[in-house]
């Protein structure tokens, strides 16, 4: 493989990564404060990437307009699942919220599946998406590009909210004790609503370029990538928003990287996060930047 060859690649496993870094970023926040693996935080990816072509086919509505509305959709189904779903088992053991979250998955997909069919369906991107930039003897779609500065930038964001203003400090407060935040005059239903609109629109965002670079749309499509995702939080260390980003960027990077350099095994691309999340945690458990639950939060 020569060296540009390298680097088109390079380039393609961080727009691949980034996605499944929005989407992890949303798994490690809900862990954080509620200790819940949301399984049900990929299909919420789904559901964006639906509204999305929905406000874009048959709404004629520019992508950017679609995008925000679909964000808010997403954001408002997030807050549903929380308070109809999650909310009324606070107290009880976490298998029970477990099982809720995967019963959530499969609603979510039987609905979707139910109103638009199992077919997949074409997911027209801007025409600037597909648009070439050529740099360094390169071909770029500033699609590719995109997706990564956009990551980086929603991470500072996130960042931003979680250590600059009082939302963040409250939802950092909680993660670390839910009894003395209530003591405190919060309302800690109010603040986890607030984490699931957060992690909801991260999800929304990451499938919706998901959709825009790969072209289609199903109801299952949240499944894998949400385990991918999954994987990629616990790889950089659940709990970590930085170690989420750095999981999602690894795990795509060895995705494209390795079938680049063994294309015959393409056929297991799928297995590679899996198989890289379980190398690493043999020699680091707690993943890359893993956090000390009883010290801090983030």
């Known amino acids: ?175 670390f004790d839910v009894q003395t935040v209530n003591l405190m005059g919060i309302d800690a239903n109010r603040i986890i609503a607030i984490v699931f609109a957060i992690g909801s629109a991260l999800a929304c965002v990451g499938g919706i370029f998901y959709a825009a670079i790969y072209y289609s749309v199903t109801p299952t499509m949240g499944t894998l990538v949400g385990l991918k995702a999954f994987a990629a939080a616990v790889l950089g260390g659940i709990g970590s928003v930085v170690g989420a980003v750095i999981g999602g960027l690894i795990i795509g990077l060895s995705e494209v990287i390795a079938i680049a350099f063994f294309p015959e095994l393409s056929g297991f691309k799928d297995a590679f996060a899996f198989i890289f999340l379980v190398f690493i945690l043999l020699f680091k458990p707690s993943g890359i930047l893993g956090i000390n639950f009883e010290r801090s939060r983030f």
């Open 1 to 175: 493989m020569d060296f540009s060859l390298f680097l088109q690649q390079l380039i393609n496993g961080l727009s691949v990564g980034s996605m499944y870094a929005l989407i992890a970023v949303g798994y490690t926040m809900v862990y954080g404060v509620l200790r819940l693996i949301n399984f049900a935080h990929g299909d919420i990816m789904m559901v964006g990437a639906y509204i999305c072509l929905i406000c874009m086919a048959s709404f004629e509505i520019p992508f950017l307009v679609a995008l925000c509305l679909a964000i808010v959709f997403a954001m408002c189904i997030g807050i549903a699942t929380d308070k109809i779903a999650y909310k009324p088992l606070r107290k009880a053991p976490k298998i029970s919220l477990l099982i809720t979250a995967i019963g959530i998955s499969f609603l979510l997909q039987s609905l979707f599946n139910m109103i638009f069919t199992s077919t997949p369906r074409f997911f027209t991107a801007p025409e600037y998406f597909e648009k070439n930039i050529e740099f360094i003897g390169l071909s770029i779609s500033f699609g590719n590009l995109l997706v990564p500065i956009l990551t980086f930038f929603i991470m500072l964001i996130v960042l931003f909210i979680l250590y600059k203003s009082k939302y963040g400090i409250a939802i950092r407060a909680l993660a």
